[in-house]
Structures are given as structure tokens and as C-alpha cells.
């Protein structure tokens, strides 16, 4: 994903660590350290109900906020959602962050203009402030907005050797020697200030050196102890500083090497969460560990602990805060808000992450405030600028869990549905949304036990309410009627084009039904030479072969990137099994045949014994084909061609960036036994015999709606008309400088090569000369999980060479037409 010159260095800072965590005053609600618990006819009463708040109108970068000693919150941001830029402004909140009022506040000059950039704000317990920015020229500012580089990498997967991608970058946030206030000029003020604003207005620049991390990080967020101590955030790691003197006390984290932490401090203890089931706890004056504090088993569930866009599944996404007497460490992420009694061994949960907008993918958890009144304030931070402030008021007539469910079931984590759950259970509070998803991470039940044990509650009239179809066998729901129909429901939406009518009606039946709707959908694309244009899989194996000699034959180089039938099988099987049916449902043998035939062509163009596979065991590895990696590959003439599933409009950013670089090249529908081929994601099915049904369809009518489909999981682009054409628009500032993707590797002479690409977002007529394209495809290729899995496994062996064409066709045939009659 391609970042602004100065909106990078905000999200380094917010993945990094959740900064400027505020502790706040004020007790809770009546029935001391635990919930209150009323009743109503034998129903356990009272929950957090959530209500979101604004922050300050058109605030853009927020840079801390916090709660002082008398109770009111204070933020400081500046006005442009795009860039780290000033003029930056002071607003406080006296009602717990309900309205929000700008304060005066004398502070140097370059801070009210567009010449500085803050890097963190933090308040002390007295309610002074710190403030680290930088400040640049008029001129520095000018060539930054023409365009800026970096060399800050991140890297990413790209087969044999290294792949890195360059991100632009905010101006240097190392430490640099501050100096006292002379009365110097503007242009010699250092291009990084440090400075503590006392809260009587006395304004002290700290000239004592910052410290960086062992990797040379520098300082990008800070706490302050209530010794006074500063607890100094280097991106890496934790230094405790004497705030006089500079001194380092300690260091902490130092061995860890992650830069996804937060952390608090209260009394002499310094708390560190790393994402996991424990908080860690620490001497503030030995620097020693000194114990932990039980989290909550949930946030061992990686699959809902909360993961940030592409940040990684280790993400932290947790924010601490204390109560007013330090008794209490209140904590937040995806899965809720807890608290935990210092010196307890109880941790409780205050707030359910499913019952409210913290399950929200597209969110990142950024500040916790306990308030006076016992309430609840989170701050979350969104990919494109926002920052949602939710507050939550204890409410002891509201029953503790809804009495009404509302089940969700699918195969496979679904962040769509993670989304929509947010919204709707802000709009639905006497509704529970109870999302299963069957085959998580550490889940031992594999596709077809949980497929079992669904179509058994299917068939007697039970189950859940709502179906995420997706790896289902939706042809045997449709066939014994456990679907609801909802034709009555969308068909007037897809004939007046609010929805992707192609993809829509990927379900339609000759009657005329839709017991099905996707709500996202990929598309199999290749990306090749100009005139290459292979109209089934058989001609296009045949035009690789005949392009076997005239390539590079390595790692880094072939007709393909990656050549085994692991690699293969699950980006041609959606492009040939559409093809293996006849209209009564049954095998086309002859198709199988030839489908596996043709694989085992490319397969056999593997000539390295390291790479060709030996027993066929491994599952299938749905990352082995890398279409915006390998298409750099492509672009330096080491691949014939590049393909893969596309399931985001973004990703248009890399195929444009590669023909431009190589002058050529086209960008078509991937060629199989089937054409203009594409794949349901989030198919969206109601449960005939579900009693909710019109519960039901309102929340399938939200997993459709713009709100939820603008959001860029990558795990589909959106069937909503609206969503689809707003995806298609470059979010990124003029000056944005895009993303610059590196992969090296060394030759056959031991040589260090690198292939080297920058990508921005793609121009308006490729974009809609795409967009015409992905709407025009009119093939639907429904998943099977059973049904792939079963392919893998009866093939492994006709690939590995232990086995006969023949026979693998009869046993795969077999083992199929018993599956589907079933």
C-alpha cells in the first residue's frame, strides 16, 4: 500500500506502540472492584453500552491525547488528515469527549504553521507538556511536496534472496541536541526540538541529546513517570531517562527487537504489553522484570486479537490506562476492555469486543481514558485518517448479554463481517452477533468435519442465521432448499446497478432464485507481452513451453515463478473448474483429464531437484504464486509471465507500474478451461429455517452497503456499485512519491542483483480500462474447500511420478461423484 511522504511516518508510530497512554481520575461505578450486578426476571443485568463521539471538527493527525488531574481530556492534532504538518492546535474536552473546544496556548511560533512536524506529544502528571517536532525551510517544504524519498525498507516475501519495499518517510526523527531559547532566529532553530511547556506557560528547551535505540531508531513516543522520569519510546525499544539531566536509568525491551509494544507507567512500575495472553511488568528502579499480569485468553486467538490492515498477525493493538489511585490497569483491544487489580489475580472483562466497534478490522486501537463518572473512552485510528472516539456508559437496566442472537457462521475468518459486526452492533445494542468462523489457526477440525456438523443442523431445521458460504458446497444447499431465496430482496438493487450485476447474480438459478449474494469478489489475472493472448489452458501451456528457452532458467527466473503443483494447482483450478460439470451436475471426466494433464506439463519444466516436489505432501500453499512480486520479475525479462488472483483495487498499482517500465505488456483475465473467470468472496447466505430472517437480511443488507465495502481488506474488491467506483480513486496527496519495491538475489557468479520498482497509484485510464474489464468478467467459480482439498490429495502422487494419469483421474472422479452425491 503506497503512503504520503509524511502520513508514513504516522503509521510507523501507531504500529509501532500504542503512545501517549493516559491514566485518569475517578472511581467506578458503584459495587467496588467489580461490575454491578442487577437483575431482571432472572436476567443477569448491566453492560457497557458504546455511543461514538467526534474529535475536534476537521482534526487530521493526532499526536497525543490525554486526561489531566481536574478531569478534562486534551488533545493536540493538526487540521490536515493527509500529512504530519502543522499549523497544530491544543483542544480540550470538559464532558469526556463529547464536544471539543480549542485552548490558547503560547507556543513557539514555527508550531502554528505548516513548517513543523510533530513527532508526539505527552503531558506529565502536573499537566505540563512535551513536545518533540522537527522544523524544515520553505524550500525543504517545497521539494518535499514535488516529491521525497527514503531509504526507510520493509520487507516482504519474494522467493530465493530478498525483496524489500520503500516507503516514504517524515523528516528525520533522530536525536538530535536540542538547545536553550536565545531569541535566536527561525532558520537556527535545530531541525528537531525538544521542549517541555510547564503548565504556568514557561517554556524550557531540553538540550540534553535524546537517546536512540541500539539500531539507531530514534525517539517517537514518551510517557512520563510519576517520578518524573521519561519513559522514551525508540521505536525498538523502552530508555528511562532522568528528565534533568538526560541520564539513561534503564533500558527495556532491549533483546526483544520488536517494535510492537505499549506500555504505561504507574507508581515505580513500568507495564508492557506485547499483544500476548500476558502484560509484563517491570522495576522502574532496578530495570528488572518483576512479574506479569494475566491479559485474556482470547488475544491468543490471533484470528480475532486484532490485526491492522497488513501490519502482520503479531500486531499489537492493545491501549492501557489506570484508575485515578493506581489500584486498577485498565486495558483495550479487539476483543474488549478489561481491568485488572494490581496485586490481584483476576483480570475481568468490562467491555465485549464482539458487542461494540472494537471488533472493527479497519481500526487500530490507539488510547484508552477511564473518566470520573467510571465511563469508558477509546481512541481508535483508521488507514485513511480517521480517528473514531467511542464512549462507553455503564448501564445497569441493559441485560449483561442481548436476549436475542444472531448467529454468523463461515469456514475462514472474515474481516468484512468483522466490520459490518462493529457497525451493526453500535446500531443494535439488544442484539448479539455470534460469529463462528469453523477453521481458525489452532483449530484441529478440518473443512469437512465442520461442513458435516453444519449440514447435519441444516437439515433439521437449525443452524445459524447467516452463512459466509465461501468453501461451501452451495450447490447442494441450493439443491435441498436450506438457503432462503432473496431474489425479492435484490433484485430491483441489481437491476437499477447498485450492485455488480455479473457478480450479483453468481447464484441466480433458471427459476429465477438468488439464495445467494457475494459481497466481494477476485479475479484470476495475467499479466504478459503484448499479442500474448492464450485463449484456454492448453494453448497457454503450450506458449510457456515453447518460451522455456529464451529465459533465465533459476530461482529468480523461468517461465513461471513458481513451477509445483502446490504452487499451481490453486490458481488454475478456479479458471478450469467451472468446466468440469455438465448442466445436470455431473463430472466431465474428459475435462479433469486434461486439466491435470496440462499441469503436470508445467510441473515437468521444473528441472531443479531442490524445487521439484518429492512426496507431494505439502498442503497447498495459497502464497506460492505472488502476482505483485513476480510481476517485478517479469518487468526485468526473467519471467514469461505473472498471474495470479487480484483481490483489491490497489493492486492495479503494480501491473501499471511494470508495463511502464517495460514499455509493454497487457493485463487480461487468467486463460483456463473456463473464460472471463472470477471468484465469489463473502457469498452471503440466509438460513431458510432461521427465525431471525428478517435480522438476517439487515445485516446482509450492511455487508453490501458503501460504509462497509469502501474498507480495503484485501479480501475481495466490493459487488456494491458505489464501493466499487470509490475504490477506483486515488486516495493518496499529488505529492505522494508511492512505493518502492526492491528484490535481490545473487546470480550464477555469485554477482548481487537488484531489481528495483517504484509503484504509485495506477493512471485514470488504466484504472478504468481494468475496472471495465473486472465488471465484464461474467464467470462465476464457486470454491469447495472438500473439493480442492480432495484434488491435492489424489493428485500428489501423479505428480511426483509415482502414479498413472488414469489412475489418478479414476481415483479423483470417484472419491468427486461420491462427494457430490452426498
Same mark, same amino acid.
Given at each position: ?20 497512554? @493516559? $491514566?485518569?481520575? #475517578?472511581?467506578? %461505578?458503584?459495587?467496588? /472492584?467489580?461490575?454491578?450486578?442487577? =437483575?431482571? !426476571?432472572?436476567? *443477569? ?109 520493509? @520487507? $516482504?516475501?519474494? #522467493?530465493?534472496? %530478498?525483496?524489500?519495499? /520503500?516507503?516514504?518517510?517524515?523528516? =528525520?526523527? !533522530?536525536?538530535? *541536541? ?645
Amino acid at each position: 500500500m503506497m503512503n504520503g511522504f509524511l502520513k508514513r511516518a504516522a503509521a510507523c508510530m501507531l504500529a509501532a506502540a500504542m503512545l501517549i497512554l @493516559s $491514566a485518569c481520575s #475517578g472511581g467506578m %461505578q458503584p459495587g467496588g /472492584s467489580s461490575l454491578p450486578d442487577g =437483575s431482571g !426476571d432472572g436476567v *443477569a443485568m448491566g453492560r457497557y453500552i458504546e455511543e461514538e463521539y467526534a474529535v475536534p471538527d476537521g482534526a487530521g493527525y493526532i499526536s497525543g491525547m490525554t486526561r489531566l488531574a481536574d478531569g478534562t481530556l486534551e488533545m493536540v492534532c493538526n487540521l490536515d488528515a493527509g500529512r504530519m504538518l502543522g499549523p497544530w492546535y491544543l483542544y480540550t474536552s470538559s464532558d469526556n469527549g463529547a464536544r471539543w473546544t480549542q485552548k490558547q496556548i503560547a507556543w513557539p511560533e514555527e508550531l502554528n504553521t505548516e513548517l513543523s512536524n510533530m513527532q508526539f506529544a505527552a503531558w506529565d502528571n502536573q499537566g505540563g507538556l512535551y513536545l518533540y517536532y522537527s522544523t524544515i525551510t520553505q524550500e525543504q517544504l517545497d521539494a518535499m511536496m514535488g516529491g521525497a524519498t527514503s531509504d526507510e525498507t520493509a @520487507s $516482504a516475501p519474494a #522467493g530465493e534472496g %530478498q525483496a524489500q519495499a /520503500s516507503f516514504d518517510d517524515a523528516p =528525520s526523527a !533522530d536525536a538530535q *541536541a536540542g538547545r536553550e531559547d536565545t531569541g535566536e532566529t527561525q532558520e537556527q532553530i535545530p531541525s528537531d526540538t525538544f521542549l517541555y511547556i510547564a503548565p504556568d506557560g514557561t517554556i524550557r528547551v531540553i538540550d540534553w541529546e535524546l537517546p536512540t535505540d541500539k539500531s539507531g531508531a530514534g525517539p517517537i513516543g514518551l510517557q512520563v513517570a510519576e517520578n518524573g522520569d521519561l519513559l522514551i519510546n525508540c521505536y525498538f525499544s523502552i530508555a528511562q531517562v532522568d528528565s534533568e539531566t538526560g541520564a539513561v536509568k534503564n533500558r527495556y525491551l532491549e533483546d526483544h527487537f520488536s517494535q510492537n509494544f505499549s506500555y504505561i507507567s504507574f507508581k515505580n512500575t513500568l507495564a508492557v504489553s506485547e499483544g500476548g495472553p500476558e502484560i509484563d511488568l517491570y522495576d522502574l528502579n532496578t530495570g528488572e522484570k518483576a512479574g506479569t499480569i494475566a491479559a485474556s485468553a482470547d488475544v491468543n486467538d490471533k484470528e480475532t486479537r486484532g490485526v491492522f490492515m497488513n501490519i502482520g498477525e503479531n500486531s499489537v493493538t492493545r491501549a492501557m490506562a489506570l484508575d485515578p489511585d493506581g489500584e486498577s490497569l485498565y486495558f483495550a483491544d479487539k476483543t474488549g476492555i478489561y481491568r485488572h487489580v494490581i496485586g490481584g489475580s483476576v483480570t475481568e472483562k468490562l467491555v465485549d469486543g464482539e458487542l461494540c466497534s472494537l471488533t472493527m478490522p479497519s481500526y487500530l486501537m490507539y488510547n484508552l481514558v477511564v473518566c470520573d463518572d467510571g465511563s469508558l473512552v477509546t481512541m481508535l485510528y483508521g488507514d485513511v485518517g480517521e480517528w473514531p472516539l467511542f464512549h462507553y456508559a455503564y448501564s445497569a437496566d441493559t441485560p449483561t448479554v442481548p436476549s436475542t442472537e444472531l448467529r454468523v457462521f463461515s469456514l475462514y475468518e472474515n474481516a468484512t463481517v468483522r466490520q459490518a459486526m462493529g457497525v451493526y452492533q453500535r446500531q443494535n445494542p439488544d442484539v448479539r452477533i455470534s460469529y463462528e468462523a469453523a477453521l481458525t489457526s489452532d483449530s484441529a477440525m478440518t473443512a469437512s468435519d465442520a461442513m458435516r456438523t453444519l449440514s447435519t443442523e441444516l437439515l433439521a431445521g437449525e443452524g445459524p442465521d447467516i452463512l459466509i458460504l465461501d468453501g461451501m458446497p452451495v450447490a447442494s444447499y441450493i439443491e435441498k432448499g436450506v438457503l432462503l431465496d432473496l431474489a425479492p430482496t435484490y433484485n430491483e438493487r441489481i437491476t437499477s446497478g447498485g450492485l455488480l450485476k455479473n457478480v450479483a447474480e453468481s447464484y441466480r438459478q433458471t427459476d429465477g432464485t438468488l439464495p445467494a449474494v457475494p459481497a466481494r469478489f477476485g479475479a484470476p489475472l495475467l499479466l504478459a507481452d503484448d499479442g500474448v493472448n492464450p485463449k484456454n489452458l492448453t494453448k497457454f501451456v503450450d506458449w510457456l513451453i515453447a518460451q522455456e528457452g529464451t529465459l533465465e532458467s533459476s530461482r529468480i527466473g523461468g517461465v513461471l515463478a513458481e513451477l509445483s503443483a502446490n504452487a499451481l494447482l490453486p490458481v488454475f483450478y478456479p479458471v478450469c473448474s467451472p468446466a468440469w460439470y455438465n448442466e445436470d451436475g455431473t463430472v466431465r471426466t474428459e475435462q479433469i483429464r486434461a486439466f491435470l494433464s496440462d499441469i503436470k506439463r508445467l510441473t515437468d519444466l521444473e528441472h531443479d531437484p531442490q524445487f521439484q516436489e518429492d512426496d507431494g505432501s505439502a498442503a497447498i500453499d495459497f502464497n506460492a504464486i505472488d502476482f505483485k512480486w513476480d510481476g517485478i520479475k517479469w518487468a526485468y525479462n526473467k519471467l514469461a509471465a505473472s498471474l495470479g488472483e487480484v483481490l483489491s483495487m490497489a493492486d492495479i498499482a503494480y501491473p501499471d507500474a511494470y508495463i511502464q517500465h517495460k514499455g509493454q505488456g497487457r493485463l487480461t483475465p487468467l486463460p483456463g478451461q473456463a473464460q472471463n473467470v472470477f471468484i465469489p468472496r463473502t457469498v452471503l447466505g440466509v438460513n431458510a429455517s432461521s427465525r431471525q430472517q428478517d435480522r438476517a437480511l439487515l445485516f446482509i443488507d450492511l455487508l453490501l452497503s458503501q460504509q462497509i465495502q469502501q474498507n480495503d481488506f484485501e479480501d475481495g474488491m466490493p459487488v456494491n456499485a458505489d464501493a466499487f467506483a470509490g475504490v477506483q480513486k486515488d486516495p493518496y496527496q499529488p505529492y505522494d512519491d508511492g512505493m518502492y519495491l526492491s528484490l535481490s538475489y545473487t546470480d550464477d557468479e555469485n554477482v548481487e542483483v537488484s531489481l528495483e520498482m517504484r509503484v504509485r497509484w495506477p493512471s485514470e485510464a488504466f484504472m478504468k480500462e481494468t475496472a471495465a474489464m473486472l465488471e465484464g468478467l461474467d464467470t462465476p467459480s464457486p470454491s469447495n474447500a472438500v473439493i480442492e482439498q480432495m484434488l491435492t490429495d489424489e493428485t500428489k502422487d501423479y505428480f511426483a511420478g509415482r502414479k498413472s494419469l488414469d489412475e489418478t483421474v479414476n481415483a479423483f472422479t470417484q472419491k468427486l461423484n461420491l462427494y457430490l452425491s452426498e
